[in-house]
């Protein structure tokens, strides 16, 4: 069974930077698919970023960019989320998604694994 353990949530000041990372394991080529996704509450589900297997390519929600850089580590079959000028209103669960395929996407229902979610707080 694929799974994907996260970690690196945790508390931040605003401005401050944090790097969230995900581990793949199980029966998954290394080529996947993986993108980033983050749920605050009363908030839907928004798009974070996404990668192409080869990590050639990137996309980032709009209220992202510039700020976090997603990459990934094949070797280690890890992908990671470095997040840097946090803001408070990135306060939200983060999960971490791959898919079977290598392509980038925005929707999160094309995706097929998914990470426990991982806590980021940033206080102003």
């Known amino acids: 069974q694929v799974q994907l353990a996260e970690s690196g949530g945790g508390l931040v000041q605003a401005g401050d930077s944090l790097r969230l990372s995900c581990a793949a394991s199980g029966p998954i080529s290394t080529n996947f698919g993986a993108g980033w996704f983050r749920h605050a509450p009363g908030k839907n589900r928004e798009f974070v970023a996404s990668i192409s297997g080869s990590g050639q390519n990137s996309i980032y929600g709009n209220s992202v960019k510039g700020r976090f850089i997603i990459s990934r580590d094949n070797a280690k079959k890890t992908v990671q989320l470095q997040m840097n000028s946090l803001k408070p209103e990135d306060t939200a669960a983060y999960y971490c998604?791959?898919?079977?395929?290598?392509?980038?996407?925005?929707?999160?229902?094309?995706?097929?694994?998914w990470g426990q979610g991982s806590q980021v707080t940033v206080s102003s």
């Open positions: 998604a791959v898919r079977v395929d290598s392509g980038t996407r925005r929707n999160a229902l094309e995706y097929d694994y």
